[in-house]
């Protein structure tokens, strides 16, 4: 497949204005706009602005600067909220024979180098890839590291030796990076002390090499790669049941959100001032718990689609319930909160009306235990090199990277807009939807929720 008309062929619907139908039957009303990108999903319509005039298809981001085809937009698409979705993979591979460039065997098969010879051997060989939108992350057990692998239980039998691990994972949306204060699920693009405009020009030529298998891009180049992703926004404008996310003085949609103040730190509970550019110059104060303000004005609403909205989103800011044995936060004596805590949910999603933490703090909330593993999944016995302790994991995590044994399984926090547009979720995609997502928290912190308060919440998450 030619990737410049694959990008004609998607930016063709947004650069032109066309308008979509919300389930309703309604148009979204906007003239076309060449720094707006416009896409109709099953809850309703996501938008992307950019800061700059326009969305520029001409830049390296869209460009094969690699050697097998990729380029950033291989896995980055705008109609699935800067990331991809099995559905629209799926799509591809039915479309190209999996030949598009984003089944390559480097990083997207199961196993590297597996046999994809035909159009069989490539459906199964990119499994990860075609169900969950899994990406393989292949990574060596740090050199000193606290641990060691003694076994792993790999269900594609790759063969790779204990010194490795394979993990599969989502990527992340190339979207809304203004409000990041962790770059990677486990952090490896992020240098203590260094600007995170710095560690996204790394991440990018690191993602060329790697990805794209090619040589790393000049200067000029990353920085207009690093330019452009800062520049864009994304958010749900409309919902099929509530219509426009900004009627009655809501504040959704990506216009309010390039404007929402950020720095390094801000709100955050455990009031840390890190040393680094771009951090919040005075002490945040301690966490203020009312995290999301967007939909404070539907609190009285008449229509019941946006009376659950601003439900969900008031359960989001002020349910609390018992936070205990989450690593990173409260998991170990070395955590900064030693004992459980009663919290509500912006504990950890604090950054005003974004969603993320805004520290780095990857913690471990118990996504790869064994017990909650799936078959399709490899399975790490890890060992500590002091103490023997064994520990059985699908991902190690943050863990890879630091080689501690403290940062086994632990991963950040994603930025929560446009999730509707992104399914599923979670580092590995353990949620196909987002109530799966509402029912992993509910069960694994015991919030004791009822249907109405989880139908709440997911409104309101999928109005993000």
């Known amino acids: 497949m030619n990737t410049q008309k694959t990008v004609q062929a998607v930016f063709a619907v947004g650069l032109t204005g066309v308008a979509f139908l919300t389930t309703a039957g309604r148009t979204t009303g906007d003239e076309p706009r060449s720094n707006q990108l416009t896409f109709a999903n099953r809850s309703g319509v996501q938008r992307t602005i950019t800061t700059a005039d ?38 591809r591979f039915d479309e190209t024979a999996g030949l598009d460039p984003v089944f390559r065997n480097n990083d997207g098969s199961n196993c590297e180098g597996a046999d994809v010879s035909t159009l069989s051997r490539r459906r199964r060989a990119f499994s990860q890839l075609l169900t969950k939108g899994l990406i393989r992350i292949g990574l060596a057990v740090p050199e000193n590291a606290e641990f060691e692998i003694v076994e792993a239980d790999d269900p594609y039998d790759c063969g790779a030796p204990l010194t490795q691990a394979s993990m599969f994972r989502r990527p992340l949306p190339t979207t809304n990076l203004g ?24 991440q990018a030529s690191d993602a060329t090499t ?68 771009g951090a ?10 009312v995290v999301f303000t967007i939909f404070k004005n539907w609190e009285h609403a008449k229509a019941p689609e946006r009376l659950a909205i601003a439900r969900g989103q008031e359960l989001f800011n002020t349910r609390e319930f018992v936070i205990d044995n989450v690593g990173g936060l409260n998991g170990a004596p070395e955590d ?27 913690l471990n909330i118990g996504l790869t235990t064994a017990a909650r593993r799936t078959p399709d999944l490899p399975l790490y016995t890890l060992r500590n090199k002091a103490t023997f302790e064994t520990v059985q994991t699908t991902d190690p995590g943050r863990a890879m990277v630091t080689g501690k044994w403290a940062d086994v399984s632990k991963f950040k926090g994603p930025i929560l807009r446009a999730l509707a547009a992104r399914a599923p979720f979670f580092h590995n995609g353990a949620a196909a939807t987002l109530e799966e997502a509402v029912d992993f928290y509910d069960t694994r912190f015991n919030i004791g929720l009822t249907a109405r308060e989880k139908a709440d919440l997911v409104a309101f998450l999928k109005a993000l």
């Open 280 to 289: 919040c110059e005075t002490s945040s104060g301690g966490l203020d718990p």
């Open 54 to 91: 326009t969305i520029d298809t001409k830049n390296p981001f869209f460009q094969d600067i690699g050697t097998n085809g990729r380029t950033c937009f291989s896995c980055h698409r705008p109609a699935q909220a800067w990331t991809i979705t099995p559905e629209e993979i799926r799509q």
């Open 336 to 362: 900064p909160v030693g004992t459980p805590l009663r919290a509500t949910c912006t504990i950890c999603h604090d950054t005003p009306n974004a969603g993320n933490h805004s520290i780095s703090m990857p």
């Open 210 to 277: 790697t990805h794209a298998q090619g040589v790393p891009p000049s200067p000029a180049q990353l920085e207009q790669i690093v330019a452009f992703e800062l520049g864009l926004f994304t958010a749900q404008t409309h919902d099929n049941g509530a219509g426009s996310l900004r009627a009655h003085d809501a504040t959704g949609g990506p216009r309010p959100l390039s404007t929402e103040p950020f720095c390094i730190g801000i709100n955050d509970p455990l009031n840390i001032l890190p040393v680094m550019p």
């Open 179 to 202: 409000f990041l204060s962790t770059v990677m699920w486990d952090g490896r693009e992020t240098v203590k002390g260094q600007a995170i405009r710095s560690n996204l020009l790394t």
